[in-house]
C-alpha cells in the first residue's frame, strides 16, 4: 500500500479547503461598527464579523451591539428575540480562547428582562453539557467549568446594576445546561454566586426559575426587584433582597444601557456550530477537553486535523491508484463538519 508522506498530506488539507474557510486579517473595531445596522438586521452575519476581531475587539463590539438591540424602540418581545440571536451568533463566533471573556459580557450587558430567554437558549445550545457529542464532561469536570464561568461572571458584572440577579441568571443557565439534578452540582454553582444572593438563590430564584415543588416555571421572583418599565432595580422593601442584588452603593441609579420592558419568556432555541471546540472546551482548557473523539482512528480526519504528523494511505497499490477518491473524501468530511 502506498502512502502519502507529511508534505502530500498537507498539500491534500491545503487544496480541499481552499475556499472554505479563508484565513482573515484581523478587521478593526471601528471598521466592524460601521457593521452594526447589518448585523441586527441579519443576526447569522455576527458570527462572520467576530471572527474577524481580535479577542478584546470581539468582547467590545458585542457590547456594543448589545446595547443598540437593547435601545431599539418597538416591543420588548422582539427585542428579547434579537438579542437570542445575536448573543448565539456572537458566541459561535468567537476566538479560541475568548468565550469565557464572551460570556461574562452577555450576563453584563443584556438587560435582566431578556436574560431569561438568553439564559434558556444557552443552556440548551452552545453552553449545553452535551453540546459535543465527542466530549463527555463528568461532574467534577463540569463543575470546574461552572465556577471558572461564575468567576468570571461575578467579576464583570460587578460594578452594573442588578449585578446579584445577573450572576443568578448566569448560575441558572449553567444548572440548567449540566443536564443533571445532582446536588453536588447545583449547590457548587450557588456557592460560587455572591454571598449576598446565594440564599435568595437557594431558596427562591432556582426552586421557581425549574418548576421544582409542583410549582409553574417563572422567573418573576428576580425580575421582581428589577423595575418593569426601565431595568431600574426597584426601591429596597425592607427585607434587603433588592439591595442585594444591586450595584453596591448605586441607589435606584440605572445605566440607560439596560432599557427593556418584562415581556414574556421567550422558548427560542438556536443551534449554532462552533470553529472548533464547544464553549465548554474552550473554557474548560486542556484539563478537561479530551482529546479523544468518535473519529479519531479514522485517518481522513487525522490528515486533516494532524497534517504535519500523519501518513495519509491511498490506494491498494495497483498502478491505477491515485488521490482523486481521497480528496473527495477529504471534501466529504469538510462538508460534514463545516456548516458555513
Excluded at 438587560?111 to 439564559?119: I, Q
Aim: proline residues 5%; aromatic residues 4%; charged residues 20%.
Amino acid at each position: 500500500m502506498r502512502k502519502i508522506t507529511i508534505l502530500l498530506a498537507a498539500v491534500l488539507v491545503a487544496v480541499v479547503t481552499f475556499g472554505q474557510t479563508k484565513e482573515v486579517k484581523p478587521e478593526s473595531l471601528a471598521s466592524a461598527r460601521a457593521k452594526i445596522t447589518q448585523v441586527i438586521e441579519k443576526p447569522d452575519q455576527m458570527t462572520i464579523v467576530m471572527r474577524c476581531l481580535t479577542a478584546s475587539n470581539q468582547v467590545a463590539f458585542l457590547s456594543e451591539v448589545v446595547t443598540a438591540v437593547s435601545k431599539m424602540p418597538g416591543d420588548s418581545a422582539d427585542r428579547t428575540a434579537k438579542l437570542v440571536e445575536i448573543v448565539n451568533a456572537a458566541l459561535a463566533g468567537s476566538q479560541k480562547g475568548n468565550a469565557l471573556a464572551l460570556v461574562a459580557e452577555v450576563f453584563a450587558t443584556v438587560p435582566p428582562n431578556s436574560l431569561p430567554a438568553v439564559n434558556e437558549s444557552l443552556a440548551s445550545g452552545l453552553m449545553n453539557r452535551a453540546a459535543d457529542k465527542n466530549v463527555t464532561y463528568t461532574d467534577a469536570q463540569y463543575i470546574e467549568i461552572a465556577k471558572k464561568v461564575m468567576e468570571a461572571v461575578n467579576n464583570r458584572v460587578a460594578n452594573e446594576d442588578n449585578a446579584g440577579i445577573r450572576s443568578g441568571f448566569a448560575a441558572l443557565m449553567l444548572i440548567r445546561g449540566s443536564n443533571s439534578e445532582s446536588q453536588e452540582i447545583v449547590s457548587s454553582i450557588v456557592e460560587a454566586l455572591p454571598e449576598a444572593v446565594q440564599n435568595d438563590a437557594k431558596t427562591e430564584w432556582i426552586p421557581a426559575a425549574l418548576g421544582q415543588g409542583g410549582q409553574e416555571k417563572t422567573y418573576d421572583p428576580m425580575l421582581a426587584i428589577v423595575d418593569s418599565d426601565s431595568g431600574k432595580p426597584v426601591n429596597d422593601d425592607g427585607t434587603g433582597t433588592a439591595t442585594a442584588a444591586r450595584k453596591p452603593g448605586s441607589g435606584d441609579s440605572s445605566s440607560d444601557d439596560s432599557s427593556s420592558d418584562s415581556g414574556p419568556l421567550l422558548a427560542i432555541r438556536i443551534a449554532s456550530a462552533q470553529n472548533h471546540d464547544t464553549l465548554l472546551s474552550d473554557i474548560g482548557g486542556a484539563n478537561t477537553d479530551p482529546s479523544f473523539s468518535a473519529d479519531a482512528a479514522n485517518p481522513i480526519v487525522d490528515a486533516v486535523q494532524n497534517p504535519y504528523n500523519f501518513e495519509l494511505p491511498l490506494g491498494n497499490g495497483d498502478g491505477g491508484d491515485d488521490s482523486s477518491s481521497v480528496i473527495q473524501e477529504v471534501i466529504g468530511y469538510q462538508n460534514q463538519t463545516t456548516r458555513e
